[in-house]
């Protein structure tokens, strides 16, 4: 009876994040720009701070890379080595999205109400409502595999 509970609250935890996940890819506003995206201002006007300059003025500097570019495999080597980051980045993140999209979509509505302080131990990477997910999506992955409830006694 408790396997089946633990494997119904599991479900409902994973259609929850996934179905939260895919409200925040595929919510937009009338511009076109996603609702519950990372940089949703929660009604803040940034129209007296002017951030675009500098971030424009350091983005126009010219990239120096480090090691030698004489080399045609060097070369090769970091373009190889950034596409793979780029991969890891871009798998990562869709993890994120999915995996943890409730707290991702809370984040986005309340978030910017909350104190700094607050906001990051609740809401964010290594935030209590993250661990909480993580903690279960792995009693349920090790109860998933192996058929045991890690939670019962021995």
């Known amino acids: 009876m408790a396997k089946l509970t633990i494997a119904h609250i599991m479900i ?13 890819d595929t919510v937009v506003d009338i511009n076109g720009t996603k609702v519950f995206d990372a940089t949703a201002t929660g009604g803040y006007n940034f ?23 004489d080399d ?14 780029g991969f890891i980045s871009k798998f990562i993140n869709v993890i994120k999205t999915y995996m943890y999209g409730f707290t991702g979509m ?3 509505i309340v978030g910017p109400l909350m ?10 990477d290594l935030g ?18 192996t058929g045991r409830n890690v939670l019962e006694g021995t």
Do not use: H, K, W
């Open 47 to 69: 129209a007296q701070d002017d951030y675009n300059t500098d971030f424009n003025d350091m983005m126009e500097e010219d990239i120096q890379p480090s090691g030698s570019t």
């Open 128 to 145: 209590l409502l993250n661990v909480i997910f993580t903690v279960a999506y792995i009693l349920f992955g090790i109860q998933l595999f």
């Open 72 to 85: 045609a495999s060097d070369q090769v080597a970091r373009v190889l080595d950034m596409m793979t980051l």
């Open 106 to 108: 809370l984040d986005a």
């Open 12 to 24: 409902i935890f994973i259609l929850l994040n996934i179905s939260a996940g895919v409200i925040q």
């Open 115 to 124: 104190e700094d302080s607050t906001r990051t131990l609740l809401l964010g």
